[in-house]
Each structure stands twice: as structure tokens, then as C-alpha cells.
């Protein structure tokens, strides 16, 4: 993590401080207060529902928590891999917030892609990190690119 840390700034620490501190005060209802709505606005009313409950949850914050634990680990795993060959892959990347951390992701996605001879990176301009999963405009070009990978590889047999 000090690794990440140092390439990142003081913005992972801290989102690191605020997960922790919503994780234990997120049995207390507190967390609830300070979610964001309209996040999941193109979602199903039933979906939008059980995002914003599981989102407030004990379990939601540990699972960030224990991401941030072993990124250090993920980090050091990623630099292992040099060559991907001829795999394909599609990474998608956000750019909101427009800040020094989503600007290490998305040049950090942009060095993966490069890591396969059949590799494309897609950037989302004004999308957030969630969004590519929630907001319909955004979550098309991430089903999109799950196509093209799922293609690519069935014409490789």
C-alpha cells in the first residue's frame, strides 16, 4: 500500500480514513444520512433500492477495507505480469472526479492495455467509477467492451 500511497497522495488516505470511519458507523444507520442520491438513477427502482441498502452496510465498508489491505499485494502481483500475448482485452476507465487519483488509474489502465497485442483502452469522459455500471449511457460502453472481449476470444479457438 505505501507504494500506492507514495503515486496517489494524501486522496487514498483519505478515502481510506472515511471507509474505515463509515464502516463502524454504518451499523449505527449514520452512513445512511450521507448517501448521494440519484447515483443509480438508470437502474430499476427495485435494483436502485438494494444498491443503496447493501451500499450502507457493515459488509459493503469491510469489503472496501479489505481491498485497500492487500493492494499493496494486488500491486506487486500486477508488476509480475509483463506480457499478456495476444489476449484480448478492454479496459474502461472513468474521469470523474478529475483528480490527481482517477489521473494514476486511468494512465495505470492505459499502461495495462498495453501489456496484450490486442489490447484497448476505452475512457468514459464524464463518467464516474460506478457509473460504468449504473448510468445506461456509460454501463452500454462497458457491456460493449464485455462483448469485444468475449468475441475476440471465441474467434481465437
Known amino acids: 500500500m ?13 478515502e481510506e480514513r472515511t471507509i474505515t470511519l463509515a464502516r463502524w458507523l454504518a451499523p449505527f444507520g449514520v452512513v ?3 448517501l448521494p442520491k440519484g447515483e443509480y438513477d438508470d437502474l430499476p427502482k427495485e435494483n436502485q433500492a438494494a ?8 459488509r459493503f465498508f469491510r469489503t472496501l477495507s479489505d481491498q485497500y489491505d492487500v493492494l499493496s499485494q494486488t500491486y506487486s502481483q500486477q508488476r509480475e505480469v509483463t506480457n499478456l500475448g495476444t489476449t484480448p482485452l478492454v479496459v474502461v476507465s472513468a474521469t470523474v472526479p478529475d483528480d ?7 494512465e495505470m489502465n492505459g ?3 498495453k501489456l496484450s497485442t ?9 463518467a464516474m467509477h460506478a457509473q460504468l455500471l449504473y448510468k445506461r449511457e456509460h454501463a452500454q460502453i462497458t457491456i460493449d467492451a464485455i462483448r469485444q472481449v468475449v468475441q475476440a476470444a471465441g474467434q481465437s479457438r
Not at 505505501?2 to 483519505?14: H, K, N, P, Y
Not at 444498491?51 to 457493515?58: I, K, Q
Not at 490527481?100 to 486511468?106: D, E, S
Not at 490486442?118 to 464524464?126: E, K
Open 32 to 34: 445512511r444520512l450521507f
Open 118 to 126: 490486442r489490447g484497448v483502452h476505452r475512457v468514459v469522459p464524464g
Open 111 to 113: 499502461e495495462l492495455t
Open 2 to 14: 505505501r507504494a500506492f500511497r507514495q503515486r496517489t497522495g494524501s486522496e487514498l488516505v483519505a
Open 100 to 106: 490527481a487519483t482517477r489521473r494514476v488509474w486511468t
Open 51 to 58: 444498491e443503496r441498502a447493501f451500499n450502507v452496510t457493515t
